[in-house]
């Protein structure tokens, strides 16, 4: 369980890599309605 702590502890890290792909592909076919 050293890497879920470890993730836990860096939550900057999980956070932003999460949110950042999702983003564009949600923001993109928002942008595009068809």
Request: proline share 21%; net charge positive; glycine share 2%.
């Amino acid at each position: 369980m050293s890497e879920l702590t470890e993730r836990l502890q860096r939550p900057g890290s999980v956070v932003l890599a999460p949110p950042r792909l999702p983003l564009p592909a949600v923001q993109q076919p928002k942008h595009w309605p068809r």
